[in-house]
């Protein structure tokens, strides 16, 4: 748990700061990382309100980034548990 | 009586929950984010503007000289330039913004509004402001990708159109009769004809009618420190 909330601010203060090519990578690693990454919705969405052009409801909900990584996580719940070690 | 469902069903419907789980947080955040983006906007810029003191300094740079005699030009040809310039340090600069969009220290409170011309110190346009919020604002540069402007070609004075691509970069279409070469300004096509953009690539097949053009901005947006704005 204090992994993911870490992992989590640490994607937050690189949206913030770094440069896009450091935070979006970051935000695919945490959501194959962390199962069921729901934060990296909201981060996402942060990132299209704070570097995005403009952020009406619809444009948002067909943004390139957004919608691939809720693509991803929705993958990721299958593969996820095919992929489950019980070591 | 207890009833034993097969595991695969059991398995296919957990998945399903949380689909629907993640949608509904996808679509409430879309909305959410939505109302809330001045806020958010407003509670960053602090951060931005500590950043910005700690990496470059906050120094707002004297009127260039170029620009008092471009001011002196204009009104030898009766159209004198508003003065009203406001000047903005740049909070926000590509690459920390995936797409082509700075955001700025000036915003309504300065009596800046949406469609406000942004230009550098030196006279190039940059773009123009498509979210203002009270004490900051967001800008479009014409390079953002799909943008389209209104230019004219300095060589033949031809207008065309320029389409941004991202990344200070922009792209145009001519007839290929139409002689134009690597460095030739492209410029805005108001009086001032300021620079949009310098000619880079001419790609031209021998069996197209038309050659593309690749233009870049005549200055590094990467590295945008101040601007001015024109309320």
Redesign the interface.
Known sequence: MIRRVLGSAVILASI??????VY?PLLFIGAILFP?F?EG??LV?????????????LP??VSP??LSL?VV??LL??IR?RLRSYV | MKVNYLPKNR?RHA?LR??I???A???S???I??L??AI??SI?SP??KI?NVIITGNVIPSLPEEQTQKNILLELVGRKQESNIVIAAVL?R??????D?IIIDAGSNESLTIGSEVSLPEGPILGII??IFPKSA?V?LFS?SGEETNAVLERNNVPVTLVGSGGGNFKLTLPRDIAIEKGDRILSPDITSRPLATVGEISVRPTDSFKEVLAKSPTNIFSLRFVFVTP
């Open positions: 913030l700061v770094l440069p896009y090519w979006i069921f729901w919705i909201l969405f942060l990132v299209s309100v704070v570097h995005g052009s403009e952020m009406a409801v948002s909900l980034l957004a809720l996580l929705i719940l299958p548990e | 398995l998945y949380r689909i789980t993640l949608v947080i996808f679509i955040g879309a909305v984010f939505s809330l983006d958010i906007i960053i951060i931005w950043k926000t590509p690459p920390q913004t995936p797409y969009v498509s979210e967001k479009k953002a």
